[in-house]
């Protein structure tokens, strides 16, 4: 479940994406002073690969970076742990092919 608010009411926040794994769930929470405002859920379908299932933030917060921070964490992650990343999600893939940088963990 995702919180709303107005934009306003969001900055100068404590802003934290953390990984959670929940009964066979995984996902990059995204939260503002503990509350959660979006999430990005990925899969491990087979050794040494991370789907990246869908991407979502809370409507009011869209156009902030926020999403895209998601996406730079499970590139992140796959990076750290040696993890090719498959964008299943349209979001996630658009991000990654933009940036030079994140397009590398799709290789």
């Known amino acids: 479940m995702l919180k709303y ?4 009411q969001m900055q100068h926040q404590n802003v934290t994406i953390e990984r ?3 009964n066979g769930t995984h996902e990059f929470v995204l939260r503002i002073n503990g509350e959660r405002f979006g999430f990005l859920e990925f899969t491990r379908p087979d ?3 991370l789907c990246i299932e869908h991407v979502e933030v809370a409507p009011h917060l869209r156009g902030a970076g ?3 921070q998601l996406v730079q964490r499970a590139v992140a992650f796959a990076r750290d742990t040696s993890l090719r990343v498959v964008p299943i999600c349209s979001y996630a893939r658009a991000v990654i092919q933009r940036d030079p ?3 590398a ?3």
Request: aromatic content about 0%.
């Open 5 to 8: 608010g107005t934009r306003n």
């Open 20 to 22: 959670e794994e929940l």
């Open 47 to 49: 050794v040494g690969v």
């Open 66 to 68: 926020h999403g895209r």
């Open 101 to 103: 940088a994140l397009a």
């Open 105 to 107: 963990a799709l290789k």
